[in-house]
């Protein structure tokens, strides 16, 4: 069972750089998300998807771009990596997202990223 | 704006301590509320589901409990195993929060053999 898998599971980047971090499910979900975790902070919601073609901004979208062209994907991309974007990222998805549906939503195993 | 609160923030028990970790939110216009874990260096994993019409769920040695009125949910941990030390997180999706789960700061526990 995949689940929510996500790559790469480690990066180094140095300011200025452009890179994707990759995160696919094999559940059909419609909603499909980008968090990034940072101590002190917990948990912030960057970018969200309902379904394919649709997007919308979470807590902290700056620096980061999105799209969702297929319901098993759901890529994130830094167009230029900042040091202020080192951390732990994470995608998750649920089948429901609205107050008729809302699901259980599962997590994949992380990207930590460093920017030097 | 919804705010969610663990307390407390870390917990050291010996084991086969029952033991209970609290979460607190702000707006009880919730849909729902789920409890995760997470493992050092690890993602986190769904532990219960509890839909806003539910007062309670359980899973082997966990329960939690909703209390919407109050803005409270319990994670109550029977027999509490070396096994059980991570941290735990519960999230609430709600209705304010657009389409967006809201996460507490998250209860880090060690269980002592």
């Known amino acids: 069972n995949a689940g929510v898998t996500q790559t790469p599971k480690f990066q180094v980047l140095k300011t200025g750089q452009s890179m994707t971090l990759q995160c696919a499910q094999d559940m059909n979900h419609e909603y499909m998300s980008w968090y990034r975790q940072d101590p002190g902070m917990g948990l912030r919601l960057i970018h969200y998807?309902?379904?394919?073609?649709?997007?919308d901004q979470g807590e902290v979208p700056n620096g980061y771009n999105v799209s969702r062209s297929t319901t098993e994907d759901f890529p994130l991309r830094l167009l230029s990596a900042a040091p202020s974007q080192t951390s732990v990222y994470f995608c998750?998805?649920?089948?429901?997202?609205?107050?008729?549906?809302?699901?259980?939503?599962?997590f994949g195993e992380g990207s930590r990223l460093t920017v030097l | 704006k919804q705010e969610v609160t663990q307390i407390p923030a870390a917990l050291s028990v010996p084991e086969g301590e029952n033991l209970v970790l609290n979460c607190s939110f702000t707006?009880?216009?919730?849909?729902?509320l789920q409890w995760f874990r997470q493992d050092p260096g690890k993602g986190l994993t769904s532990l219960l589901l509890i839909q806003s019409s539910q007062r309670e769920q359980t899973s082997g040695r966990l329960n939690a409990s909703l209390d919407k009125s109050s803005g409270r949910s319990t994670l109550y941990i029977a027999a509490s195993q070396p096994g059980d030390s991570a941290t735990y997180l519960c999230?609430?999706?709600?209705?304010?929060?657009?389409?967006?789960?809201?996460f507490g700061g998250g209860t880090r526990l060690m269980v002592k053999p």
């Open positions: 998750a998805s649920s089948y429901g997202w609205s107050k008729a549906n809302t699901g259980e939503l599962f």
């Open positions: 998807s309902v379904g394919a073609g649709i997007t």
């Open positions: 999230a609430v999706w709600a209705n304010n929060a657009g389409n967006m789960l809201t």
């Open positions: 707006d009880s216009a919730i849909y729902n």
